[in-house]
């Protein structure tokens, strides 16, 4: 979102797969009299591994639409109502989240469900290169404040907001180790040694959840997005988020923060930036913050591990069937074994310890 327009006479030439940008025109000209203010163009927003994101603008104003991905979609994945609502739930609570303009349920539009909202200005930090010319200081604020979010996001009360039925939060660990085992079986086609060992000790090591809250569900520093004065401007991609146990959002992001920094990896990390903190007082800040215990949070993070396989098997398999937008699909593939045996080395060490 921190990256330009294309210039006219490209965007002209290119239109991004998936966005019918006069259909679309016409739909906000019905649905929302005066937002554009001429024809539009459209360009996809690079790194996203799931939705699609476009930055989108009439000349004068722009904007960000998002819709499901081409092709496979798995159950209950790519719900463009509950991105809508969360973010519209939280636009006015102490949460930084962009402003939720129009919600289109009619796939006769564009082909998919979507949704439009405010266009947020800011970087998202995808890698340590980018991180580095911050220097060592406003890189660790940056981190740190990524985890003061998370504990802002957690402490938003449900009820409050309108989402006390976002989610069903009694048996939610349960119930999300059978959903990516679902996941799993619906794009497997290969064999991936470890990962149904990981599944079973996950389940046989199951934590007893604290009280439930509004989680993320993918929370990390490059589904965020960063401003001038290093403040997070907007936490993006609300795709996962639900009600349930926000140590898994504290998992997820300590697990982010472990991945070293490996040549041609498709898998971004930030890691090796100076300044940035280790995932112990990323975990130590939080359990201050928020009064959590988080004793066993390598747990969450074990099943972290467990969940971006999954995921990322998903998108391997979409991309074997040719239906991946973006650059960096072909090598995905290669890291899920990867992450499998890191999910395991995680929970092993908890049982040691």
Same mark, same amino acid.
């Given at each position: 979102m921190s990256k330009g327009t294309p210039p006219p006479q490209a965007a002209a030439r290119e239109v991004p797969p998936g966005l019918d940008l006069a259909r679309l025109r016409e739909h906000l000209e019905r649905e929302r009299p005066g937002l554009t203010g001429g024809p539009l163009r459209a360009q996809l927003i690079e790194g996203g591994r799931s939705n699609l994101t476009y930055r989108?603008?009439? =000349? !004068?104003?722009?904007?960000?639409?998002?819709?499901?991905? *081409?092709?496979?979609?798995?159950?209950?994945?790519?719900?463009?109502?509950?991105?809508?609502r969360v973010i519209s739930a939280l636009h006015e609570t102490p949460v930084p989240v962009p402003e939720a303009l129009l919600l289109c349920e009619d796939e006769s539009v564009i082909g998919a469900p979507f949704y439009v909202m405010e266009l947020v200005e800011g970087t998202p930090y995808r890698t340590a290169d980018q991180l580095r010319p911050l220097g060592a200081e406003r890189t660790r604020g940056v981190v740190l404040s990524l985890v003061d979010t998370l504990v802002a996001l957690h402490a938003v009360d449900p009820e409050a907001v309108g989402l006390a039925d976002f989610g069903r939060p009694d048996g939610f660990l349960e119930r999300q180790l059978r959903r990516w085992g679902k996941q799993l079986a619906a794009s497997r086609n290969r064999e991936l040694p470890g990962i149904d060992a990981l599944h079973g000790e996950l389940a046989a090591a199951l934590p007893d959840s604290p009280a439930p809250t509004v989680i993320h569900g993918d929370y990390r520093l490059d589904n965020v997005l960063v401003g001038a004065d290093d403040r997070i401007t907007a936490v993006l991609d609300w795709e996962m988020s639900t009600l349930g146990d926000p140590l898994a959002d504290l998992g997820l992001l300590v697990m982010y923060s472990e991945q070293e920094d490996t040549p041609d990896s498709p898998i971004t990390t930030t890691r090796s930036a100076p300044g940035h903190p280790e995932p112990a007082e990323l975990i130590e800040r939080y359990a201050t913050r928020s009064g959590r215990d988080v004793s066993q949070?390598?747990?969450?993070?074990?099943f972290a591990y467990f969940k971006l396989a999954v995921i990322l098997?998903?998108?391997?398999?979409?991309? !074997? *069937? =040719?239906?991946? *937008?973006?650059? =960096?699909?072909?090598?995905?593939?290669?890291?899920?074994?990867?992450?499998?045996?890191?999910?395991?080395?995680? *929970?092993?060490?908890?049982?040691? =310890?």
């Open positions: 989108v603008t009439d =000349g !004068t104003s722009s904007w960000v639409v998002r819709r499901p991905p *081409l092709g496979h979609v798995l159950a209950t994945a790519h719900d463009m109502r509950r991105e809508h949070v390598a747990w969450y993070t074990a098997e998903g998108i391997h398999y979409r991309y !074997t *069937l =040719g239906q991946t *937008l973006g650059a =960096g699909f072909d090598r995905i593939g290669e890291v899920v074994p990867v992450f499998i045996e890191h999910g395991r080395s995680t *929970l092993s060490a908890l049982k040691e =310890g």
